[in-house]
């Protein structure tokens, strides 16, 4: 194997980007400086005009292992999170046996060790099982493994027992990462409960389903001081209620994902591909969340990446499963929506898709140090397509994405000094 000297890009250093060259070397150790000159040993790759950023982090994905491999495996999962340039995830614990007791943790993070590309930090279970009415469980325990508990899929009902369960996570200094969702209001809706819903017969799950939740975990945060954050995000009283608390000094955060970002139910279209939890909501919901994320209301991006098998998204908006894939397009939709649209820089792209998420979940890395192995993508800005899932990793191919045109392609990820995407075989 050779050095590869990538030359000529623009390197992110120090909370902002420098012309400047990057020498790997052969154990994938980063060299940096202006105008490296070549050796002998190394293979120069010109990166003009792109971007060398240091490698992103998404804190709401499904592995699906154990009990799903059909949607999905720790292999493929990683494979998908390198290609879209992530080199840490946070792996939600909705699998089969969950893990709400050690020594099962204990066995899928050896299952993460043996198999995965790129690091996996896993979550806990929040209650006992993982759907949201549980006992609590033995916090103390989980806790120097997992980096926060959450029921994702399921939002934990009962006051009292949330109660509990903030009590108990703040007493380890953990963070609750909850799906926020009253099943009570949800009731039987599986869109948003607006204007499309209604002209085409769909059963309709308000906003308030979120933000009811929303407001009463706030009010336990305060009560019991438990690190929260609230996953996906969907509506504009969320947002509010978020900028409320911050304001309120309480120790919360917020993430959303890509789709409700950009997307609303004016562009839902009878296909399964469409169908997720929360749904996508109304322009005037999708326009609040992207502010939010502008004004840093939101704290980052999660992709919430939820493969699942074609049969199971056959099921057009009425039937099909909740939940569609993100590692391989959310960077581009990111840039796409926000850089390329003038609405933020690059640098608040390593922010809400690299920096913060490491910082809240205390996952470590997130810079490009000279001596240091090298965790990094570069990124090119300028490449563009019609979004082809036909070409994900992923063994979930459902994306509400699929056809859009995208700006920005992943050319090359390093992972803690191992090339783990490198399509045009740098390493090889
Ligand atoms: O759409 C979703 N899919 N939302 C969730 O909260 C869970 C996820 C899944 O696990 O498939």
């Known amino acids: 194997m050779m050095n590869v000297l990538l030359r000529g890009g623009q390197v992110f250093q120090g909370g902002s980007f420098h012309p400047l060259d990057l020498r790997v070397d052969q154990?994938?150790?980063?060299?940096?400086?202006?105008?490296l000159s070549p050796t002998p040993d190394d293979r120069v790759v010109d990166i003009s005009g792109k971007y060398v950023l240091p490698g992103l982090a998404d804190i709401h994905v499904h592995l699906r292992e154990p009990g799903f491999s059909y949607k999905e495996t720790i292999a493929t999962g990683t494979a998908a999170a390198a290609r879209g340039g992530f080199t840490?995830?946070?792996?939600?614990?909705?699998?089969?046996?969950?893990p709400d007791n050690l020594p099962e943790l204990l066995h899928q993070i050896q299952a993460y060790q043996q198999e995965a590309?790129?690091?996996?930090?896993p979550y806990g279970c929040l209650t006992e099982g993982g759907t949201g009415t549980g006992e609590t469980v033995d916090y103390a325990a989980l806790e120097p493994y997992v980096i926060g508990f959450s029921d994702d899929g399921f939002g934990v009902q009962s006051t009292d027992r949330m109660r509990e369960v903030m009590t108990q996570v703040a007493e380890v200094d953990g963070i609750v990462a909850q799906h926020i969702e009253d099943l009570e209001i949800s009731a039987d809706g599986y869109i948003n409960d607006g204007e499309y819903a209604r002209a085409h017969g769909h059963k309709g799950k308000p906003g308030a389903a979120e933000w009811t939740q929303?407001?009463?975990?706030?009010?336990?945060?305060?009560?019991?001081?438990?690190?929260?954050?609230?996953?996906?995000?969907?509506?504009a009283r969320s947002v509010e209620l978020v900028a409320k608390a911050k304001a309120d000094g309480l120790p919360v955060t917020a993430e959303t994902a890509p789709h409700y970002l950009v997307?609303?139910?004016?562009?839902?279209?009878?296909d399964g591909r469409f169908r997720m939890n929360p749904p996508l909501r109304s322009a005037r919901d999708r326009d609040a969340v992207a502010q939010a994320l502008v004004d840093g209301v939101i704290d980052?991006?999660?992709?919430?990446?939820?493969?699942?098998?074609?049969?199971e998204k056959a099921g057009g908006l009425a039937a099909s499963a909740n939940g569609v894939v993100g590692?391989?397009?959310?960077?581009?939709v990111v840039y796409t929506h926000f850089v390329r649209a003038g609405r933020f820089e690059m640098e608040r792209l390593v922010e809400v898709m690299g920096t913060a998420p490491r910082q809240r979940f205390s996952l470590g890395g997130g810079e490009i140090i000279a001596g240091e192995y090298a965790d990094l993508i570069v990124f090119d800005p300028d490449f563009h397509e019609p979004l082809d899932p036909g070409q994900f990793l992923s063994k979930g191919k459902a994306t509400p994405f699929a056809g859009r045109e995208l700006y920005g392609r992943v050319d090359l990820t390093l992972c803690q000094g191992d090339p783990v995407w490198d399509p045009e075989g740098l390493f090889a």
């Open 27 to 35: 154990i994938g150790l980063v060299e940096l400086g202006k105008d």
């Open 88 to 98: 840490s995830v946070g792996a939600m614990p909705n699998v089969a046996p969950p």
């Open 117 to 121: 590309l790129i690091e996996v930090f």
């Open 214 to 235: 929303l407001e009463r975990d706030l009010a336990l945060v305060a009560e019991t001081g438990c690190r929260y954050h609230a996953c996906h995000l969907s509506t």
């Open 263 to 270: 997307l609303s139910e004016d562009e839902l279209e009878e």
């Open 300 to 311: 980052l991006v999660a992709t919430d990446h939820a493969p699942h098998s074609a049969e």
């Open 327 to 332: 590692l391989e397009n959310s960077l581009a």
